[in-house]
């Protein structure tokens, strides 16, 4: 409307409160990424092992079953530690690759169409920014990982009895602190390089190259230089590590679980660091 007429009036609406303004990041992402048919069916294919994973809980709990055809109880895999450091192995992997499709597309766009200020001109900081948008990553990731292992040690209790579950506790610590931290620690991957990258088919490339060179590279540290330390910069191995401290795994670890956890933290750190690089409301073009 022409401004000289002067019948414009302030908003006079309800406010949304301070500290939920970052959600309004990951509803209307939420509305666009469940609109990919490969998304929804990709995160369906995520449940498949912790479906297979219940069944074979219930079965080993089922003496008819066991009886039918002659399998002792001892001779199955046993619901413990090592069982749910296998459930974390794979589901983790699943949410690697869940990160790789779904983080590119987070950040990528909004630099790519310098649309920050646009967020910046309104009453909403970078931080509120960057929680918004890992929350989206932190859900899905957490509906993959350490939500159905959570269901799977309350099946396993249910079946087992109290005196189980009460000297088994420490399992379901593991299961939700060990994903929460590969949870953590992938968003954050995901939204740096998303950040750094403008083209999301080569961020998403990107996602996957830190996860398979990371390897590499340890690899050939080790090899080289005749150490086991090379494993730190192996993003795998690194959340390997915590878990294996986390199940109570047998054997010595190939680096000190404390090197494995101050490696995780440095790459959180890192990863911060170049958000706060990028993020924000106007970019310097030479």
């Known amino acids: 409307m022409a401004v000289y007429k002067r019948t414009y009036k302030g908003y006079e609406g309800s406010l949304t409160a301070p500290w939920s303004r970052f959600l309004i990041l990951p509803r209307t992402s939420f509305s666009r990424l469940f609109q990919s048919k490969f998304l929804v069916v990709y995160l369906v294919a995520c449940f498949f092992y912790p479906l297979g994973a219940t069944a074979f809980i219930y079965l080993s709990h089922n003496l ?11 001779q199955l895999v046993r619901i413990n530690g090592t069982f749910f450091r296998v459930y974390c192995i794979v589901q983790g992997s699943f949410a690697y690759l869940l990160t790789a499709f779904v983080g590119p597309g987070l ?19 970078r931080l509120e920014y960057v929680l918004g948008k890992m929350s989206v990553l932190m859900t899905l990731l957490s509906l993959v990982t350490w939500v159905p292992g959570l269901l799977l040690f309350g099946i396993q209790s249910s079946l087992a009895g109290r005196e189980w579950m009460q000297s088994n506790l420490w399992i379901a610590g593991g299961i939700v602190g060990g994903l ?16 750094w990258v403008k083209w999301r088919i080569a961020a998403g490339a990107l996602i996957l190259g830190v996860y398979f060179a990371g390897g590499g590279f340890g690899a050939a540290i080790n090899s080289i230089v005749r150490t086991r330390y090379g494993w730190l910069i192996d993003v795998s191995q690194i959340i390997g590590n915590i878990w294996s401290q986390m199940f ?35 970019e310097v073009v030479k």
């Open 64 to 74: 008819s079953f066991l009886q039918t055809f002659n399998i002792p109880a001892g």
């Open 107 to 125: 950040v990528a766009p909004d630099l790519a169409n310098n649309a920050l200020p646009l967020y910046f001109c309104r009453p909403f900081s």
């Open 180 to 195: 929460l931290l590969w949870d953590v620690l992938l968003s954050l991957i995901a939204l740096a390089l998303s950040a």
């Open 248 to 282: 109570r795994a047998d054997g010595p670890p190939d680096v000190p679980y404390s090197y494995s956890w101050i490696a995780w933290g440095v790459a959180c750190l890192i990863c911060l660091a170049m958000l706060s690089r990028r993020v924000k409301a106007f």
